[in-house]
């Protein structure tokens, strides 16, 4: 675990150090007339449904975010021994219910027992880790529904068919988008369907260099992810520059995860297409506001 964090915080500070010698620093941006005027609003994305009012990846969490009229809900997926596709953040129960280990190890039976409520306050004691078919069947196109595929199926056997599978049961293209960090995940779907809106998010980019850090670094241009229509990109690292060369290839860049509203007014006069957020009660005022400026 120490040397996972070494590596991280290594990158890290060596992309902050090559940003700020490639680019002019973000904050220098915050009162700039935005670069966006031509294009869509900038949309609300409730992150995890909503991470902040409910307990995340919860049908409660979706209802917390659904009564602010989100643009998008974003939730994530892991998979059952048995293969049913539940929402959850980690490969792990330990942090948000009362299991533990790997959710891969236990079957659907199993994992209908556990609550996942408790760990954000005891009036969601009774919450359930719900399962996509529950998740598609609330949401049901009130907004647009943002799936994270967290594994490939090296990890989790046939994830991307039985997610394919579930989008096409629900005859639901036009109102769900697949985004993920897992290139590899992303690249199945598409060779399995090549119609579902399909986002690559990644920490950051450097300026000029095709250099891109996902959790991985690799040598790799925007341009390998033409069958993306966004990117889903770590507020901190975002750029005019980077908002800039994601547009002229006609593509748009959403910023996660943003809690504060003077970060999101930064990076909205800077051009995202997007706030993905775990407090949509204090982002829609704000991004209501500039999309009435439009």
């Known amino acids: 675990m120490k040397r996972k964090l070494f590596v991280f915080f290594t990158v890290t500070l060596i992309f902050i150090i090559l940003s700020v010698a490639t680019t002019f620093s973000p904050a220098k941006y915050a009162n700039i007339k935005p670069m966006n005027d031509d294009v869509d609003k900038v949309l609300l994305i409730g992150h995890r449904g909503a991470a902040k009012l409910a307990p995340e ?14 643009d998008r809900i974003e939730v994530d997926i892991q998979q059952s021994k048995d293969g049913i596709i539940y929402i959850l953040h980690d490969e792990t129960l330990d942090r948000t219910t009362n299991g533990t280990g790997l959710m891969k190890n236990y079957n659907a039976d199993e994992l209908n027992k556990l609550e996942a409520g408790s760990f954000f306050s005891d009036e969601f004691k009774n919450e359930k880790i719900p399962t996509l078919d529950e998740a598609f069947e609330l949401i ?65 980019k450097l300026n000029f260099i095709p250099m891109l ?23 901190s690292f975002i750029n005019p520059h980077l908002v800039k060369v994601i547009h002229e290839n006609g593509q748009k860049i959403n910023a996660w995860t943003v809690n504060d509203t003077i970060e999101a007014q930064r990076l909205i006069n800077m051009g995202v297409d997007g706030i993905i957020t775990d407090v949509p009660n204090l982002m829609k005022p704000i991004i209501d ?3 009435l400026q439009k």
């Open 57 to 70: 990846n919860t049908l409660a969490s979706i209802k917390a975010s659904l009564e602010y009229s989100p």
């Open 140 to 204: 049901n196109g009130q907004s647009v529904f943002l799936i994270e595929i967290k594994m490939d199926g090296d990890f989790y056997p046939n994830i991307e068919e039985s997610l394919v599978k579930t989008i096409q049961k629900y005859d639901a293209h036009s109102w769900v988008i697949v985004h993920s960090f897992n290139t590899k995940a992303l690249e199945t779907i598409h060779a399995l369907d090549s119609t579902i809106t399909l986002h690559k998010l990644f920490i950051a």
């Open 289 to 291: 506001k500039n999309n």
């Open 213 to 235: 850090y996902d959790g991985k670094i690799f040598w790799q241009n925007l341009s390998a992810f033409d069958y993306c229509t966004e990117f889903g990109v770590y507020s």
